[in-house]
């Protein structure tokens, strides 16, 4: 069974910085695309950043210029680092993968982590 755990969500100031983790973790044969997403209260699911097993990525206009993604291959890992955060940030994020184990190629969603952006 594959899981995927987040972990690095707290709580921040606006124009702070925060940096999510998340791990892949099971019989993995290979990981494919690996993203973020967010869910703010009331809000439908939002794609904040993808990429590929190549390193190429995609980001929602919205955090264009602040926000990064990046993996370790070898480490089956996606990292966000979020920058010059704003309150609209606020949303429990998500890590998203396609990943095939040995049995099937299938995506699976990581439980969130809460990113709460305050003063």
């Known amino acids: 069974q594959v899981q995927l755990v987040e972990s690095g969500g707290g709580l921040v100031q606006p124009g702070g910085s925060l940096r999510l983790s998340c791990a892949a973790s099971?019989?993995?044969?290979?990981?494919?695309?690996m993203g973020w997403y967010r869910q703010a209260p009331g809000k439908q699911r939002e794609l904040v950043a993808t990429?590929?097993?190549?390193?190429?990525?995609k980001y929602a206009d919205s955090v264009k210029g602040r926000f990064t993604i990046s993996r370790d291959n070898a480490q089956n890992t996606v990292h966000l680092q979020m920058n010059s955060l704003k309150p609209e940030d606020t949303a429990v994020y998500y890590c998203n993968a396609d990943v095939r184990d040995l049995r099937i190629l299938d995506n699976y969603w990581g439980q969130g982590t809460q990113v709460t952006v305050s003063s």
């Open positions: 099971g019989l993995i044969v290979n990981i494919y695309a």
């Open positions: 990429i590929t097993s190549g390193g190429s990525t």
